[in-house]
T-cell receptor, first 116, second 109 residues
Framework: NAGVTQTPKFQVLKTGQSMTLQCAQD?????MYWYRQDPGMGLRLIYY???????DKGEVPNGYNVSRLNKREFSLRLESAAPSQTSVYFC???????????????FGNGTRLTVT | DQQVKQNSPSLSVQEGRISILNCDYT??????FLWYKKYPAEGPTFLIS?????DKNEDGRFTVFLNKSAKHLSLHIVPSQPGDSAVYFC????????FGSGTKLNVKP
């Protein structure tokens, strides 16, 4: 069982370059999330998609865009990378229930991004 | 929106003793929380959860306590093992899943 797969695992960008982080899940989950992890800051939500065709901002959306390509895939794009976006990025998925309380998030193993 | 806060960035415990990790929250409308464990170079993994219909949930060596009046939850690990050394995050479990800043636990052999 692959679960949540993120590509690439590592990436180095120069300031101003663009890139897309890919995420795919094979658990048939309806909700998908992008987080970034920085030292002392925990996991901060960038964007999430409650269901196919919908996306919403999280705590730190500036500088990012997302696309929910289909039920399986949720990509994160940096249009013009900045050093402040150096971080570890995690994608996660879950099944959102009608009550609003979800099953636990399943995470990928992350993409370590450095912007110089 | 919910805010969850972990005020202790690190904790060091001797093997075999109890580890207690703490988390405070601000919005009491939705009392449903989870704990995640994270090893270096891996994604976080779900550990245990608790809802407002309970004040305690136990799973093997791990127990989570919820004090609704104090808006506080804690994770107890008994006995602690070196393999428990990791970063632990608390998170709310409604819609957006907000996480605390994490507590790095070091269990010394």
């Amino acid at each position: 069982n692959a679960g949540v797969t993120q590509t690439p695992k590592f990436q180095v960008l120069k300031t101003g370059q663009s890139m897309t982080l890919q995420c795919a899940q094979d658990m048939n989950h309806n909700s998908m999330y992008w987080y970034r992890q920085d030292p002392g800051m925990g996991l901060r939500l960038i964007y999430y998609s409650a269901s196919e065709g919908t996306t919403d901002k999280g705590e730190v959306p500036n500088g990012y865009n997302v696309s929910r390509l289909n039920k399986r895939e949720f990509s994160l794009r940096l249009e013009s990378a900045a050093p402040s976006q150096t971080s570890v990025y995690f994608c996660a998925s879950t099944e959102m229930r009608e009550t609003g309380f979800n099953s636990p998030l399943h995470f990928g193993n992350g993409t370590r991004l450095t912007v110089t | 929106d919910q805010q969850v806060k972990q005020n202790s960035p690190s904790l060091s415990v001797q093997e075999g003793r109890i580890s207690i990790l703490n988390c405070d929250y601000t919005n009491s409308m939705f009392d449903y929380f989870l704990w995640y464990k994270k090893y270096p170079a891996e994604g976080p993994t779900f550990l245990i959860s608790i809802s407002s219909i309970k004040d305690k949930n136990e799973d093997g060596r791990f127990t989570v306590f919820l004090n609704k009046s104090a808006k506080h939850l804690s994770l107890h690990i008994v006995p602690s093992q070196p393999g428990d050394s990791a970063v632990y995050f608390c998170a709310d479990n409604f819609n957006k899943f907000y996480f605390g800043s994490g507590t790095k636990l070091n269990v010394k052999p």
